[in-house]
Each structure stands twice: as structure tokens, then as C-alpha cells.
């Protein structure tokens, strides 16, 4: 009895809100983990060549990352009413905001990644005749890959707990339901969508893992190739001689 009277009696653990709501928690679960995935991707693709750009000097990287940095700083609310006149009340309002954020992270990542290669691999590299872009996309990129990676688990997870900040706009995935429910004191519908979001947070964080492993296998202790004197790729070359990384966020 206790249990069908949950929502009336309006526990914090109710499994009657689950099953009678759940609809409505698929629905919002979904929109939360796209709008999550489609920020990050978009801040990768951004992120890379502002890294490059840093890259140059001196007297690009102080621009780059102080402007990341800036962005970084401005309260969630602020970041989306600056960008109201421009997106109106829609996901790329969020989305643009999101992505902004996540850009202090992913370029300080690459920037990292990229400065770690070794500059004797480079210079091999262009002994065996590659060129600017294939150095990058064969050689450079491949072992900047942990930095990077490290780097898009750490947004992924703040980018999954800020996106609930869009509830404001109505574009806020499981922050849809927290933000109403705690107005009207619903328990059953805070803690449960509170719940699903930290479980999308390690869900995320744990297939990152599990990708970044995949990828970077020279970086698992006891996994490290030995040098092949005639390997005829300098990506294989240099990662058999990476260093170790340092230890994963």
C-alpha cells in the first residue's frame, strides 16, 4: 500500500513515478545525451584547428587560450541570454553555449597533445617525405590521441551537467524536469532525473575509456610495441617510442 501511495505520500523514491512517467523520461534522456553529444563534437571539430593556431607562437596562443579561458568564465545564464538575440529560444542556443564551454578544455587538451610529439619523429617524418597536412593527420594527431581524448571525457562530463542549465529555454534535456520539480518540491521527479543524469555522466565517462584504451593501446603498461627497424611508417615508429602519458582524469 505504501508503495502505490508513493506519489500522493510524495517520497523521494517512487517506483510508481518511474513507471507512470517513463515516457516522458525516455523523451528527455534523449534529448539530453543529443545535445550533449552533438556540443562536444562540434567543440572538437572547432577546438583542433584553434590548438593548431595556438600552435604558431606566442603570440597566437595567449589570444586563443585567454579567449577560451574568458568564455569559460561567464555564468551559464549570462552565456545563453548573450546569445538569445542571435539563436531566439531553440537546441542551438544551447548548443553554441555549450560548445563555447567545452573549448577552454579541448584546446588546452590538443594543444598539449600536439606539443608532446617528439620533435625527432617530426623530423623523420619529413625525411620520409611527408608533408604539412599528412604530418599532421598520420604522425601528430595519432599521438596527441590520449591528451585529446583525456580532454573530451572531461568535457563530456561537464558538458552532460551543464546541459541541464537549458531547461531555461526549454531545451534542457533531464534539467526539463529537475528545474520544475524542485519549484513545486515533486521528490520522486528530482531525485530520479537527477539520478539518470549522474548514471549519463559515468556512462559516458566508461565508453570514453573503453574508446580511448582502444585507440591507445601503447599507452597500457605491458602493451608497448617494440621498434620495428624496417617499419616504413613513422606513425608506428613514434609510437612504439612515445612517452607514457600522464596520468588519465
Not at 542551438?92 to 553555449?97: D, S
Not at 573503453?210 to 613514434?238: E, F, H
Amino acid at each position: 500500500m505504501a508503495a502505490q501511495n508513493c506519489l500522493v505520500a510524495n517520497d523521494w523514491i517512487c517506483w510508481d513515478y518511474v513507471t507512470s512517467r517513463s515516457q516522458e523520461l525516455t523523451d528527455a534522456t534523449l534529448e539530453h545525451i543529443w545535445i550533449t553529444g552533438v556540443s562536444v563534437l562540434i567543440g572538437i571539430a572547432v577546438s583542433v584547428p584553434l590548438a593548431l593556431l595556438a600552435r604558431r607562437g606566442r603570440h597566437w596562443a595567449a589570444p586563443v587560450l585567454g579567449l577560451t579561458t574568458l568564455l569559460y568564465t561567464i555564468p551559464s545564464l549570462a552565456m545563453f541570454s548573450l546569445l538569445l538575440p542571435v539563436f531566439g529560444l531553440s537546441a542551438a542556443l544551447v548548443v553554441t553555449g555549450l560548445v563555447l564551454y567545452s573549448l577552454t578544455i579541448l584546446v588546452r587538451n590538443v594543444l598539449a597533445g600536439l606539443e608532446a610529439v617528439p620533435e625527432d619523429v617530426r623530423e623523420a617524418a619529413r625525411g620520409m617525405g611527408y608533408g604539412p597536412g599528412r604530418l599532421l593527420w598520420q604522425v601528430e594527431l595519432p599521438l596527441a590521441l590520449p591528451a585529446l581524448l583525456a580532454g573530451v571525457r572531461i568535457a563530456t562530463v561537464s558538458t552532460v551537467a551543464l546541459t541541464t542549465v537549458g531547461s531555461i529555454v526549454g531545451k534542457g534535456g533531464l534539467g526539463n524536469l529537475i528545474a520544475p520539480a524542485v519549484n513545486s518540491s515533486f521528490k520522486a521527479q528530482v531525485l530520479t532525473a537527477s539520478v539518470l543524469c549522474v548514471l549519463l555522466a559515468l556512462v559516458a565517462d566508461l565508453l570514453l575509456l573503453g574508446v580511448q584504451r582502444l585507440l591507445t593501446p601503447w599507452t597500457r603498461a605491458g602493451a608497448r610495441p617494440a621498434a620495428s627497424p624496417s617499419s616504413s611508417s613513422p606513425s608506428s615508429a613514434a609510437s612504439a617510442s612515445a612517452p607514457a602519458p600522464a596520468k588519465e582524469a
